[in-house]
């Protein structure tokens, strides 16, 4: 997700093809930005809480699976690889109890950052 503006070229706003399928409005929270990733799901077992982007889940807390997420505050968006690449899921403010709440195929996490509303 990149800053409001004009791209020229799908990279510069993060797409991974040269067309847009889709399109949904995501729901301003004004709650300060906080995410939970949880290694089982249910939301048991080691917890990493996260309050803004990070570029690398695994090299900052040795982490590149989720099993379950629970967004506190904000809107986040989850990529599968470092550097926010890959497959992306958008997670607004609620419980994902397993990765297919969030629409993914498995539970692999690589970054995730913020939605900042302008």
């Known amino acids: 997700m990149s800053d409001r503006g004009e791209y020229n070229c799908c ?4 797409g991974q093809v040269d067309h847009i ?4 409005a995501v729901k301003q929270d ?17 917890k990493t809480e996260l309050h803004d982007d990070i ?3 695994m090299s900052r807390y040795s982490l590149n699976r989720a099993a379950s997420i629970r967004v506190l505050g904000g809107a986040w968006v989850l990529y599968q ?15 994902y109890n397993n990765h297919s709440d969030w629409g993914a195929q498995g539970n692999t996490v690589g970054s995730m950052r913020r939605i900042r509303f302008s």
């Open 11 to 14: 990279d510069k706003w993060g």
């Open 55 to 57: 570029p690398n889940l």
């Open 81 to 95: 690889e470092p550097n926010y690449r890959g497959p992306h899921y958008v997670l607004e403010k609620k419980d």
């Open 30 to 46: 004004t709650t300060a930005a906080r995410a939970q990733l949880f290694e089982r799901a249910g939301f048991s077992g080691r």
């Open 21 to 24: 399928s889709s399109v949904r």
